[in-house]
């Protein structure tokens, strides 16, 4: 069955794969893999959160990475997208979660409280300057695109700076109006500028607006918002009366925001299945009771970082299985025996387990080998190094901290310990060595280093510790220096 086909019979025309890029980036090369699994899964589309890897040019230089894509890269993206008829969506980002602009010294002066880089002061000229130009040059490399997403979500501090201090204390200023205005403000620019463009905004700074002051402030006219929620216990009733209570305030189409990875814990290293499968099995819930034909469709959101500045959660190779089973699940309306036979298929598993991280099978889809040894690493080495060094009854008996610190052991002890120690870290050193070789085919070094150091680098320092105190206290030193 086509996409085209199986479009018909979801309720969701656009199913977005989101790529959070502001953390471990993947290389074009590895995009151009992924691309036809994403198609042939049934994604129609994906939302780009591009953050630091866009090529920004002139005085937006300094907002790239290190590894930032080039502009020519770029382009081989949205290529290989239009090859697996993905439809590009870009995001920038352009009220909150500036942190990867605002953090600059440059920029600095433009926060909303100038302790945190979060958020834009909306009342700076300069301010909406700085978007427009950031929005010119993303849209540049990104001619057509029918919809642009702005962000605007977490807008933390809004009102407590300085300027919002004074502007708030005006009558009829509130809060609400505050965030309207530059929703409004980033909206017209990309109309004027666009007018083929529609601008996107996630929905969390909207929901708690009153009806009126919503419909007065024309924002609906202008946006479409973006209904996120990723817990697997939603609220499918008040999400439908969410729907409807917008649509009385005339927005004209939404969408969902469902997740496949990156929303179970800022250092999470591996996907929890089921509450993805059942986040999104309870937006088609939702789009059941919803207003019907407003739903455009739905982004299955894949976070790599909670913001800028936190460490990394599960990485795209290891959450492709969830979106495998998101995907399949939306487009067919379940779970069911014959879907997961389908998502088996696809993925080259013989037995998916979506209750804990046990499927059988390394898998064949790209990226394989790095689930199979972050799982590995995810599940074993933390308690088998926490095996050695706490439940072992040799280390705990005859080589204590207090005996580690005293450089004290029984000779014999050494005999017990150094061979398991010795054995169990060249075991996971050949098994690092070949997860870090198949981390530098997919990512830059960058995100190699950050996430062996984060992940793998604790457990294996313990053990090198212990053998280096072992060492120690086994070298002869004269009889007096081993009174405790």
């Known amino acids: 069955m086509k996409n085209s086909e199986m479009s018909r ?64 890269e770029i382009k081989e993206i949205l290529h290989l997208a239009t090859l697996n008829e993905l439809e590009v969506i870009p995001l920038v980002q352009t009220f909150g979660h500036m942190e990867f602009v605002l953090k600059h010294e440059a920029l600095a002066h433009l926060r909303e409280v100038a302790l945190f880089p979060n958020t834009l002061n909306p009342h700076e000229a300069e301010s909406l300057a700085l978007v427009g130009a950031m929005i010119s040059q993303v849209m540049e490399l990104h001619p057509g695109a029918r919809w642009l997403h702005v962000g605007c979500d977490e807008v933390y501090y809004l009102g407590e700076g300085e300027a919002s201090r004074r502007w708030l204390q005006q009558e009829h200023n509130t809060k609400a ?48 918002p973006v209904l996120w929620d990723y817990g697997a216990d939603l609220d499918i009733h008040g999400k439908a009366l969410l729907m409807e209570k917008y649509r009385k305030c005339g927005f004209l189409r939404l969408w969902a925001a469902s997740a496949f990875k990156g929303a179970t814990g800022a250092s999470q290293a591996l996907t929890p299945i089921e509450h993805h499968l059942r986040n999104n099995m309870q937006w088609l819930q939702v789009a059941a009771r919803g207003p019907a034909d407003m739903l455009q469709g739905i982004v299955l959101t894949g976070w790599q970082r909670y913001d800028h500045f936190s460490v990394l959660c599960e990485l795209l190779p290891v959450g492709i299985p969830s979106l495998a089973v998101c995907l399949q699940s939306l487009l ?32 064949s889809f790209p990226g394989s080998d790095i689930l199979a040894l972050v799982t590995h690493v ?4 933390r308690s088998s190094v926490d095996t050695l060094l706490e439940r072992d009854r040799y280390v705990t008996g005859w080589f204590s901290p207090y005996h580690r610190r005293r450089k004290l052991i029984h000779p014999v002890m050494v005999q017990h310990i150094q061979p398991q120690a010795l054995s169990l870290l060249a075991r996971w050193s050949t098994l690092v060595q070949e997860l870090e070789a198949a981390l530098h085919r997919v990512f830059y070094p960058d995100t190699v280093e950050e996430w ?14 212990l053998l280096q105190d072992l060492r120690e206290a086994a070298s002869p030193r004269p009889l007096a220096a081993q009174d405790p």
């Open 9 to 72: 019979s979801s309720p969701f025309k656009m199913r977005l794969v989101h790529l959070d890029l502001k953390g471990a980036p993947p290389k074009v090369s590895y995009l151009s893999e992924v691309f036809p699994l994403f198609h042939a899964l049934g994604a129609n589309g994906l939302l780009l959160e591009y953050e630091d890897m866009f090529p920004y040019e002139g005085h937006l230089r300094l907002l790239r990475a290190k590894h930032a894509y080039s502009p020519p």
């Open 452 to 465: 062996l150091e984060e992940n793998v680098q604790p457990s294996l320092r313990r053990l090198q510790g």
């Open 378 to 381: 995810g599940l074993h080495l």
């Open 332 to 363: 067919h309306g379940g779970f069911a025996e014959d879907v997961k036979a389908k998502v088996e298929n696809f993925l080259g598993i013989s037995n998916l387990e979506i209750t804990d991280f046990t499927s059988e099978g390394a898998g």
């Open 177 to 224: 109006r505050l965030c309207l205005s530059h929703i409004k403000a980033v909206a017209c620019h990309v109309l004027a500028r666009h007018p083929a463009t529609r601008p996107l905004v996630w929905d969390d700074m909207l929901r708690a607006i009153p009806e009126d002051q919503l419909s007065a402030s024309g924002v609906p006219q202008l946006v479409e």
